[in-house]
């Protein structure tokens, strides 16, 4: 781990607490593990911001967590104390009871923490390049993901242009899938739309979305034997080197070629028939 | 190939103030002094004006991105551009998209903008972005004050390493030059601390202070012969009775080119919130007597806006103050940044200080070259709301009016209401264009002179300064007409500046082992490659004189 000028014997001059509901393998790497009861995290993280400001909390309400007072007020003097605090924190939380309570509560902990000392939290992202696409689409967009362009702009509102809610109700008669696999993640109902319409996929493998669709373009692995970019939790871009030469295209030339061809094709909407700008969106 | 004839041409750059005269652009978008067919302009009763330069602008990079993330409310209720054929769909607004930010920048006659904060690490990034903002061209500058591995140099004394790795970071970074902001302060940051004394040691360093850095980075910035100096943003930002600050890091520099950043922000006296009042006279008075020292305003207009500034301790200030959303970055050991968005309200008495005093700048500074038409977008207004600065800027009436709306209590503090001048249209053609285009270095910006870039815009004479102003009749971009009677016509992309400042080659051998015990990438994957900037264009370093 990095060493620096405040932290000269890097590793061992930090501490790492694991929260979680199982010991999994990363407890081997903390320091400290904390086993919360399933579900219970928002109650946790609303106890936790309560006792930094030294407020009164029952032990009735500290024993639901599954954890003790002398646990949690521990942990509280290790924040305090710190010089630098980071949570990182991830889907655990994100996609369980509360889902975005439990991440707002989160994030109001770290910003109430810097009464103290520096806090910050730091979503941890899934798998691949899921954080460059997020970047990408807010500043081409303004949003990070679920956006229609339905009207010509962009819109979003998640749970109603997520692709899971748009695929479930059917919405769309056309997929274009690149560098996701939802055949193998998606509810039934979602999967059962992309069987039905045509689901075009770019992936350097079969998934099971290829299986379900009718094209797949094989493309060249980024990172492997295409150049881009990946960008990291922290949305800090990596330029991608290949190592390898590919017979296949990459994923860009691939999309770069479809939008050729879209390009020599009159354009969906007929030229004047629609303002150049809404000053008020409706 | 372009004539555009009979119109009232201003052209400060060269001294041209209301004249008829017919310009020519040529296949290469330059003026030349005539041209064979190609489309002919009749702008007889209208007024010819360079196109604007943006001096200081948060338009792309890590920043504005999370402040577009942090905002989705505002996206919601703002304008929105359609996609066509030849046009990207975007959203404007506090923190417009990309594509969204070249059409409202052209669709007001601006066509060339400076991107002020770009930390190094976040610079490839930031290119990314610039290259999705079509029609302008750009500038970008890197944050450089708060660099731990320069700081040791200065610390050290070993000015000419410190000037070595600036050079180096600079050109890793392919930027046009080197703000620096709340020197030390956003280090200090890390730990939860702030540096507000120019003459106190910065935490974690023992002779180190803000002062030293102020001065070591212009000098360096001399050095180095960079087109544009040192941008400035002062430490001790947004703070009562900060004018001392500032008075004191203006002394730091002196005997050096250097630019400050909206320097509104940065001009209050009082000693709380209270008494905090405008303090623009003794700013002003100051850049009167010192004519190699530029600013920009950094103007206030009332309304939504969300702050970003890579000034962290600042932003959590402003949370705490505000209780609003509050964004933190923390970019490794070089810079880190705060978003929170804000309302600015007539009603609130530090808001209209805020608001006078940067419409105060603009008119008490006596020499237009020195101060610039700015809001620190989006810090203090947004960008497609220049025409309304402008509008206050040449009628003194409307500001007159404006004043009513303020509350009882602004008496004593502001100094507005003594204010006659006005703009004339030369001096805006100055402020908007000429002027940040020479404090940049660009030389063939923000001038119709023969050679320079055909980059024009054309207004229909208007008694209604902001419908002018926000409505052109025509803007070129290098030659192009891209909007004609208010639509968008072409949107071609633009080109971004970049300097390669004089550098030893042994400096890599020094950088690595410092660059590998602190970095989390590899010291090869760093620079930008020069393959990712979107139609580069160097700009040559220049001869400062001592």
Avoid at chain 1, 190 to 204: E, G, N, S, Y
Avoid at chain 2, 118 to 127: C, K
Avoid at chain 2, 273 to 283: F, H, N
Wanted: glycine share 10%; net charge negative.
């Amino acid at each position: 781990m990095q060493k620096s000028k405040f932290l000269p014997r890097g590793r061992k001059d930090r501490t790492m607490v694991l929260v979680d509901i199982r010991e999994t393998k990363s407890a081997k790497a903390a320091d400290i593990f904390l086993q919360v009861r399933p579900g219970k995290d928002f109650e946790l993280i609303t106890i936790l911001r309560a006792l930094i400001k030294d407020r009164q909390v029952s032990d009735q309400a500290i024993a639901e967590t599954g954890l003790t007072r002398e646990v949690i007020d521990d942990l509280i003097r290790r924040m305090k104390g710190a010089k630098f605090g980071c949570v990182f924190f991830g889907m655990g939380l994100s996609m369980t009871r509360g889902k975005h309570m439990n991440s707002a509560a989160l994030l109001t902990l770290a910003a109430e923490m810097n009464a103290f000392t520096k806090f910050v939290a730091m979503p941890m992202r899934g798998h691949g390049n899921v954080t460059g696409a997020d970047v990408i689409m807010r500043w081409q967009t303004g949003y990070p993901f679920g956006i229609s362009f339905s009207r010509g702009y962009p819109r979003y509102n998640p749970g109603e242009f997520s692709t899971v809610d748009v695929l479930v109700r059917g919405d769309c008669d056309a997929a274009f899938i690149i560098g996701a696999d939802p055949g193998a993640t998606m509810p039934q109902p979602a999967i059962d739309h992309l069987k039905r319409i045509p689901t075009i996929v770019l992936d350097p493998h079969v998934t099971h979305t290829s299986k379900l669709s009718r094209v797949h373009i094989t493309t060249a692995p980024q990172g492997i034997a295409a150049p881009g970019t990946a960008y990291r939790m922290d949305e800090l871009p990596m330029p991608l080197k290949p190592a390898l030469k590919s017979p296949y295209p990459s994923d860009e030339e691939v999309v770069r070629r479809i939008n050729e061809a879209i390009a020599k094709k009159p354009f969906w909407l007929p030229d004047g028939s629609q303002p150049q700008m809404l000053n008020a969106q409706v | 190939m372009l004539r555009i004839t009979g119109g009232k041409v201003y052209d400060p750059a060269n001294g041209i103030d209301g004249v008829v005269k017919d310009l020519c652009i040529d296949d290469q978008g330059l003026f030349v002094p005539a041209v064979e067919g190609g489309r002919t302009i009749d702008a007889t009763g209208m007024i010819v004006f360079p196109g604007g330069v943006d001096v200081h602008t948060h338009v792309a990079g890590g920043a504005i991105n999370f402040a577009r993330a942090m905002t989705p409310e505002d996206h919601r209720r703002t304008q929105a551009f359609i996609r066509t054929k030849s046009r990207r769909s975007g959203l404007g607004g506090m923190a417009p998209t990309t594509f969204a930010t070249g059409y409202l920048y052209a669709g007001m006659g601006w066509t060339t903008v400076n991107e002020a904060a770009v930390p190094v690490l976040s610079a490839r990034h930031t290119h990314e972005e610039l290259a999705d903002i079509p029609i302008v061209d750009k500038a970008s500058l890197t944050l450089m004050a708060n660099n731990e591995i320069l700081l040791d140099q200065l610390e050290k004394g070993e000015f000419e390493r410190a000037k070595q790795v600036l050079a180096w970071y600079l050109w890793s970074a392919k930027s046009y030059g080197i703000k620096a902001v709340n020197p030390g302060g956003v280090a200090a940051w890390k730990y939860g601390h702030d540096a507000k004394q120019l003459t106190s040691p910065i935490d974690g360093y023992s002779k180190l202070t803000p002062g030293v850095i102020v001065t070591h980075l212009a000098r360096i910035c001399d050095e180095l012969g960079l087109p544009h100096p040192v941008h400035l943003h002062c430490n001790n930002l947004g703070a009562p009775g900060n004018i001392s600050t500032t008075i004191d890091t203006l002394k730091h520099l002196e005997g050096h080119r250097a630019h400050i950043a909206h320097s509104q922000y940065h001009a209050y006296g009082g000693d709380g919130w209270d008494t905090m009042c405008s303090e623009t006279a003794q700013l002003a008075e100051y850049f009167n007597a010192h004519p190699s020292i530029t600013t920009d305003a950094g103007a206030v207009l009332f309304g939504d806006t969300v702050t970003i500034t890579a000034d962290g301790p600042w932003q959590h200030l402003l949370y705490k103050l505000t209780g609003r959303k509050w964004g933190n970055l923390d970019v490794e050991n070089e810079t880190g940044c705060g978003i929170v968005p804000y309302t600015y309200r007539p009603s609130n008495l530090v808001n209209a200080v805020q608001w006078a005093a940067g419409l105060e700048l603009l008119l008490l500074i006596k020499n237009p070259w020195q101060v610039f038409l700015s809001t620190d977008h989006p810090n203090g207004g947004c960008f497609w709301r220049y025409p309304e600065i402008i509008e206050l800027l040449m009628r003194a009436d409307v500001r007159k009016e404006s004043l009513l709306k303020l509350p009882d209590g602004i008496k004593g503090k502001i100094t507005l209401p003594e204010i006659d001048r006005e703009y004339s249209l030369y001096e805006v053609a100055i402020s908007m264009s000429a002027g940040p285009a020479r404090a940049l270095g660009l030389f063939q910006k923000g001038n119709l002179g023969l050679g320079c870039d055909g980059d024009v815009v054309i207004y229909e004479e208007d008694e209604n300064v902001r419908k002018m102003f926000g409505h052109p009749r025509y803007v070129i971009k290098g030659g192009e007409i891209v909007l004609e009677d208010g639509e968008i016509r072409e949107a071609p992309s633009g080109r971004e500046f970049i300097v390669k400042p004089p550098c030893d080659p042994g400096i890599d051998d020094f950088m690595r082992p410092l660059f590998e015990d602190c970095y989390t990438m590899s010291f090869e994957n760093y620079p930008v490659e020069m393959e990712r900037i979107h139609n580069p264009r160097m700009q040559d370093c220049i001869e400062v004189p001592r």
